[in-house]
């Protein structure tokens, strides 16, 4: 158990739909990390969030958005959801900024688009 | 453009039989390179962390080195329960911290 979790573990949507992913980084980390993981794609960096601000943003779709709040907790918001964005969306957390530390990762979302 | 390739994409062995996953990069400057590993379903679960050519790390059957241009994870006497994918991540120099990531190579362990 990495101490990082996500909600929900599967998520069944319709085209066009909008859903909404939580995350809980590991008690007293700074960072948290979105990543999308599809089967050809493999892993692929989404957006990063320092202390509630937005730090670095990977290749990341206009749809998608996402916030970390007071209490360190991050969302990732998924809106006009397409049938492409079925994949498993994790999150990770490190504990400062992220240069050179280890990232330890959450059991993921599954989603699922129909 | 900075990329990881990992090779193969597929190994399998018996139990017992050592071997060897590759991971090249090109970056413009490593600041880290990370092993994670990975069941069906699960999120990736660490493993090393390795800042500097010459460095070794090493976990029970695991042994992770590290060169200028690429990294290698030594599996010595596999066992079934080692069965997973293998992911290697680079973060850049020039990055705020996300990781790039290899493609993976699926180990399979055969009793």
């Known amino acids: 158990d990495s101490g990082v979790t996500q909600t929900p573990k599967h998520l069944i949507t319709a085209t066009g739909q909008r859903v909404t992913l939580r995350c809980s980084p590991r008690s007293g980390d700074l960072s948290v990390y979105w990543y999308q993981q599809s089967l050809d794609q493999g892993l692929q960096f989404l957006i990063q969030y320092y202390n509630g601000e937005e730090r670095a943003k990977g290749n990341i779709l206009e749809r998608f958005s996402a916030q970390q709040f007071p209490d360190l907790h991050s969302e990732l918001n998924l809106s006009s959801l397409e049938l492409g964005d079925s994949a498993l969306y994790f999150c990770?957390?490190?504990?400062?900024?992220?240069?050179?530390?280890?990232?330890?990762f959450g059991p993921g979302t599954r989603l699922l688009v129909l | 453009e900075d990329q990881v390739t990992q090779s193969p994409e597929a190994l399998r062995l018996q139990e017992g039989e050592s071997s060897s996953l590759n991971c090249s990069y090109t970056v413009s400057g490593l600041r880290g390179l990370f092993w994670y590993r990975q069941d069906p379903g699960k999120g990736p679960e660490f493993l090393f962390t390795l800042y500097s050519a010459g460095e070794e790390k090493e976990k029970e059957r695991l042994k992770a080195t590290l060169t200028k241009k690429e990294s290698f994870l030594h599996i010595t006497a596999p066992k079934p329960e080692d069965s997973a994918t293998y992911l290697c991540a680079v973060q850049a120099m020039g990055s705020q911290g996300n990781l790039i990531f290899g493609k993976g190579t699926k180990l399979s362990v055969k009793p």
């Open positions: 990770a957390s490190s504990a400062h900024s992220g240069l050179g530390e280890t990232q330890y």
